[in-house]
């Protein structure tokens, strides 16, 4: 069974920074794309950015430029680094993974942005 474990979040002024990281654990397999979601009271979940295997990132328009999606095959974790952070960014952030034919799904962290 795998599972996913995201750590990072807490509370940052604006303008501050924080690294969100998403560790898999379980069986043995290969992550395939990746990423974060977020989720703020009252809205639906949207992405925030993804990443294939290979390393080709996506990025949602609000976080182009500030944040950066990245991967480590080798520890299989998926980063979120976030600088430059607004109240707006203020959300539940999820990670997911593709794995084999599944996806998978992080319980969340808490990201709270004050202005």
């Known amino acids: 069974q795998v599972q996913l474990v995201e750590s990072g979040g807490g509370l940052v002024q604006a303008g501050g920074s924080l690294r969100l990281s998403c560790a898999a654990s379980?069986?043995?397999?290969?992550?395939?794309?990746a990423g974060w979601y977020r989720q703020a009271p009252g809205k639906q979940r949207e992405l925030v950015a993804g990443?294939?295997?290979?390393?080709?990132?996506n990025y949602a328009d609000s976080g182009k430029g500030r944040f950066t999606i990245s991967r480590d095959n080798a520890k299989n974790t998926v980063y979120l680094q976030m600088n430059n952070l607004k109240p707006e960014d203020t959300a539940v952030y999820y990670c997911?993974?593709?794995?084999?034919?599944?996806?998978?799904w992080g319980q969340g962290t808490q990201v709270t942005v004050s202005s």
């Open positions: 379980g069986s043995t397999f290969t992550i395939n794309a």
């Open positions: 997911y993974a593709a794995i084999n034919a599944a996806t998978y």
């Open positions: 990443i294939s295997r290979r390393g080709d990132t």
